[in-house]
């Protein structure tokens, strides 16, 4: 009987137990708007000054950007059509110079409801895969930049992190 509940008392905390280091391992990135929380330990590597885009690296060599900007401070932005509206000129705007600069790019997936769009170019390197979106009247710029990962990593990666951070 006493093995019974011990069993029992296990089943219960071992996953309160197990929860709470999980969200308990967070890097804080400090954006040019709000924080953002990454799951997991990173390194910061640098931080882009004109983009707000802050570069991190983890133990695996796994390297993500992310950025948080005001939506107002984009020319492109307009008030009067939806976020996603806005997200998909954000794409567009960041692809068409990519592509001017002659860089193969390709949208991946856009979810309406959730209010993004995952997309990537190959700096002749790599795929940078970046997911696009709002939150609240901020733009957020997630990217992966690495070949330790596969492209549905990366989405599920990104998808993740947004919706962490939404």
Same mark, same amino acid.
């Given at each position: ?75 492109? /932005?307009? #008030?009067?059509? =939806?976020? &996603?509206? $806005? ?7 960041? !692809?068409?110079?990519? %592509? ?31 997911? /696009?979106? #709002?939150?609240? =009247?901020? &733009?957020? $710029? ?7 990962? !596969?492209?549905?990593? %990366? ?12």
């Amino acid at each position: 009987m006493k093995r019974i509940k011990l069993i029992f008392t296990l089943l219960f905390l071992l996953p309160s137990i197990v929860y709470c280091q999980e969200i308990t391992n967070y890097t804080k990135v400090k954006t040019n708007t709000l924080e953002v929380k990454i799951p997991g330990n990173w390194e910061q590597l640098n931080k882009m000054d004109d983009s707000g885009q802050t570069y991190l690296k983890n133990k695996d060599g796994i390297i993500i950007a992310v950025a948080q900007n005001p939506k107002k401070a984009y020319s492109f /932005f307009k #008030s009067n059509v =939806s976020d &996603f509206e $806005n997200v998909k000129q954000f794409y567009i705007w960041d !692809s068409d110079y990519y %592509k001017e600069n002659k860089f193969t790019t390709e949208k991946i997936k856009e979810n309406q409801e959730l209010e993004y769009i995952i997309w990537k170019f190959n700096d002749k390197k790599l795929d940078n895969v970046f997911l /696009f979106g #709002s939150t609240k =009247s901020n &733009f957020i $710029n997630l990217l992966v930049y690495t070949d330790k990962w !596969s492209e549905v990593e %990366k989405i599920i990666f990104l998808e993740n992190l947004f919706k962490l951070n939404k």
